[in-house]
């Protein structure tokens, strides 16, 4: 729309000529009006002030950046000693310090609100994050898609998608070990199974436990094949990391943020499903927390989100596999199982996310999906998922798929 050419327009800049007094003649020329002593005396003591502000921000910023340098030191001191970067009791300290030597002025709120960001840039710095990647799971600038190994297995920057496959749960030695051999016939590497069930109701199969680990742990290991299972609970993880080799988190648990914590110090690779009621902002956080106390190798699951559709169990959100691949550096995997909650819709969802970008699939299959004790709707029998990985072209017959 043209600015209107009408003087009596309110919107229309006014000309010189019909500027009223000296003071609006001396405003458009840039200059100051003429001013009563007393305005005199309070333009300079403001100009007095700014430049006392001005010195001051000078000072602070040359004691940031003077704590960034010291940072760097305590940096190279780390490495060298192999020590965490990040040292939670040591923040809270220094907060603690900060608040106690406090004149008054400031409240503890005001105080941590100006702390925070001095002390996550010097975390930054000292993980050698740069500056315009946010998070730690963000892709650094020109950073290619990650890659670290699972197991025997790989995962990230494979030749082609890989497949995590198996039963919901573990139920019997028979069961496990027969989706383990079809899944070794096929040449893939990865065997999921669930021995730690988080059902909807307390009333549903629970699953095996540790005996259902044991049990995954001895199929996958007769087949060569990477243990994929979830953690529920931060009590079993240390039984669980000498029988896993990826952890799985759960959609349920996406923000249990103290299992994510103690799961990250165990450094092992973590598999970490989207909550079905989180925003990608969410579920990038959640990985952050994995990323921050200490796990290099996390892998995202796409594994829909509950909207008002009821054909399907959840609805599988494509859109964030592209969005997910071009945050992070990270794997992205889609669980089409959970998303549809039907077998007939298996194939067409694996199909659009491989053609979204994904870096491999996770379905659920069982030998006899009816008699299944968990998600028997869903769950592919071993010919369907033969077929189905044949037809994406997952297969394989060479060291290539999934394999280091
Ligand atoms: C599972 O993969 O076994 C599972 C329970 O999935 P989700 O956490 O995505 O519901
Ligand atoms: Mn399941």
Redesign the pocket.
Known sequence: MSRSSNPADPSNPATPAELKGPKDIATSAGMSAPQSPADTSVQDRLARLRAEISELNRQILRLVEERVAKVGEVRALKVAQELPMFDPVREARMFEELIAGASGSLTEREIRALFRPIFDISLARMEGRTPNASLRVCRQHGEPDRSFAVGPARLGRTPRPILIAGP??VESEEQIERVAASVASLGLKFL?G?AF??RTSPDAFQGLGREGLRLLRQAADRHGLAVVS?VTDPREIEAMAGCVDLF?V????MANYELLKELGATKKPVLL??S?AATLDEFLLAAEYLAKFGCQDIAL?E??IRTFERQTRFTLDIAAVPILKKKTALPVIA?V??AAGRADLIEPLARAALAAGADGL?I?VHPCPEAALS?AAHQLTIPEMERLTRALGLVHDGMDAGEI
């Open positions: 919901c749960a999921r669930g069930k988080p979830e799985q759960g959609a349920r648990n499903k989207r079905f699951c594994r829909g669980d199982s959970h996770m659920e998600d």
